[in-house]
């Protein structure tokens, strides 16, 4: 039967109201968390899928944790066919039985039934303090296999008819190291995903079943055809990208690479990555469901933004995946995954955003600065107790747009800015770090007629007792991102211990201890370049001097735009003439 049709209203209604209960979620996360890097960084998802496993509304989060959702979602029915029932919660963390990213983010999934029918199911996804394994925290850069990263769960009921089975959740919380706070942020998924489950009834009360589900199918629809129309607009052929890890974090320095090529015809598009390199010892491997995700992120970025909000399952239909099996992008059972949302999920966006710049060069878009974060763990003396934490405040710009450049400041590619950066305030109260310097860099963004964000100066000071450091979370410091047309790739980051005021170098995708009184300093790239540097506006060079983004030397040799020192105003003959010869300065 065909489905009924709606009204514009009423279609614009119900399609705003999926939308605005997946932010309402959110909110739930925010107001009752007690995890930093959920409650404060926001680094959570949630989406709604209908009883078939197709996605219906994805508006916010991060493409890992939720993108893909389809693929764990469809597991989870297929998993529990004939035994799902109103009130159930399913949670799901592992990557090779239940599609998901990493051991660290938890999916919460619940049925929404309506008249005894499954008619749609929602997933709340967040990153847990800690999952068990070596180290606290799961970036543990050289474990034997995932095993060794933490506790890995199928598909498990933790609630039937909304009463917990706490024998379940009493044997999943007691491997893990902070277990009350886990629980409480356990709690506030499944909050959320019953307040999804109040607001998705109250819809269909109002509306009734068939205008709700018709509405659906139309969103559907218009979501496939926006998208296809824009594929049509790309010129047929094969575009090629890749971009690199710095090392697996078992064998070091050998760097890892994802290699893609988008083919374009008519209204589809395919993105092979079969020429990516073997899955590794190290953790950087990504399962296919990543991947997946991480593609059509990086496609989803470079389509019209008004399309941003509304993506469906009518988006994912004009476009397929292909990773082969036992490839660093299809990794198989059971290679370590525990890096793969930066170290390689972000390498998959940027290669996929490097080969539809040359597509559509009208929207290319320029690699963010790396991700170099941290796990810090350790002992509080105030107040006696174990704590870890992870911050991205060290993460470099965005990478710049043609007609934009890349804005200061927000999070790593894999986020889209999602994630937030902490305050001093916040982060010195949690924790036993004091904050000694935090600022932008100057001459560490991509330069190009459109310049990439600038990267960061991160400076803390260890103020508790002894401590480790996995800086499994980390790149560039060897490779860099892409720019396009022309502009600078990022920059590189590099990171230094202090003690007794000597200074030694540190590395990413490594451990390493820490005393008191120890001061870790990070210097991070910023984002990269669109566009020929030596064609952007002299005003703006000048500008980004005045406002420390550049210095006057870089001004002259980056984008020969030649400098009064004293006054600081264009000398135009000079850079006109540096302009002109295009050749040695």
């Known amino acids: 039967m065909a489905p009924a049709r709606v009204d514009p209203m009423t279609l614009s209604t119900v399609w705003h109201f999926f939308q605005n209960t997946c ?11 007690q ?47 004939g035994n799902l029932n109103p009130g159930d919660e399913i949670l799901v963390n592992d990557p090779y ?8 983010d938890w999916g919460f999934y619940r049925p929404i039934f309506y008249q ?30 995932i095993h060794a990263e933490g506790l890995c769960i199928p598909g498990t009921k933790v609630m039937e008819g909304d009463k917990e089975r706490e024998d379940v959740m009493e044997l999943i919380l007691n491997n893990v190291r902070w277990p009350q706070g886990t629980r409480i942020d356990n709690y506030a998924q499944i909050a959320a995903t019953r307040l999804c489950e109040q607001r998705i009834v109250a819809l269909l009360d109002k509306y009734g079943k068939e205008t709700v589900l018709s509405c659906v199918e139309e969103m559907m629809a ?41 083919t374009v015809k008519g209204d589809t598009l395919k993105v092979d990555f079969s020429k990516s390199d073997k899955q590794r010892k190290g ?37 397929t995946v292909d990773a082969p099996p036992g490839s660093v992008v299809n990794a198989q059972y059971p290679a370590t995954v525990g890096a793969s949302p930066v170290s390689m999920g972000n390498q998959i966006i940027q290669a996929v955003l490097n080969a539809m710049s040359k597509a559509i060069p009208e929207r290319a878009i320029g690699s963010w600065g790396m991700r170099y974060g941290h796990y810090i763990f350790g002992q509080d003396p105030r107040t006696n107790e174990k704590y870890v934490v992870t911050t991205f405040d060290m993460d470099g710009g965005t990478g710049a747009v043609r007609g934009f450049d890349g804005f200061d400041g927000p999070c790593s590619l894999g986020s889209l800015g999602t994630v937030n950066k902490g305050n001093v305030e916040e982060l010195e109260m949690r924790f036993p770090w004091r904050y000694v310097r935090w600022e932008f860099v100057c001459d560490t963004a991509g330069a190009g007629t459109w310049r990439g964000g600038s990267g960061m100066h991160w400076e803390v000071e260890n103020t508790g007792g002894e401590a480790g450091i996995a800086t499994g979370s980390s790149d560039g410091e060897v490779v860099r991102g892409p720019g396009a047309l022309g502009g600078e790739p990022t920059g590189n980051s590099r990171a230094f211990l202090i003690r007794n005021g000597e200074k030694t170098r540190i590395q990413g995708h490594r451990l390493y ?23 952007r506006d002299a005003e703006k060079v000048r500008w980004d001097v005045l406002s420390g983004m550049i210095s006057i030397q870089s001004a002259r040799d980056r984008y020969r735009v030649v400098l009064d020192p004293a006054s600081l105003t264009v000398d135009t003959e000079k850079t006109k003439a540096m302009r002109s010869r295009r050749g040695e300065i």
């Open 222 to 262: 218009r979501t496939e055809r926006a998208v296809r129309s824009s594929i049509e607009k790309i010129p047929d052929g094969t575009y090629y990208g890749e971009a690199a890890t710095d090392d697996d974090g078992t064998e070091l320095d050998v760097q890892v690479w994802v290699r893609c090529e988008v």
């Open 116 to 145: 005894g029918e499954l008619l749609f199911i929602t997933l709340c996804r967040a990153h847990q303090m800690d999952t068990g394994g070596a180290y606290p925290g799961g970036y543990f850069p050289n474990a034997y296999d």
């Open 23 to 33: 932010r309402e979620m959110r909110h739930v996360i925010d107001r009752t968390a």
């Open 97 to 104: 039985h239940g599609h998901c990213c990493h051991l660290p």
């Open 513 to 535: 201890q820490l005393k008191p009184g120890d001061v870790l300093l990070k210097i991070t790239g910023g984002g990269a370049g669109v566009g020929d540097p030596t064609e």
């Open 35 to 81: 995890n930093y890097l959920i409650a404060q960084l926001h680094d959570v998802s949630v989406g709604i899928w209908d009883g078939t496993g197709r996605t219906v509304a994805i508006p916010i989060g991060l493409s890992v944790q939720y993108l893909g959702g389809k693929l764990s979602v469809e597991y989870v029915l297929n998993k529990f066919k």
């Open 283 to 319: 953790f950087v491997n990504c399962v296919f469901n990543s991947t997946y995700a991480d593609a059509l992120w990086a496609f989803f970025m470079i389509l019209d933004p008004a399309l941003g909000e509304y993506h469906n399952e009518g988006s994912l239909r004009p476009i």
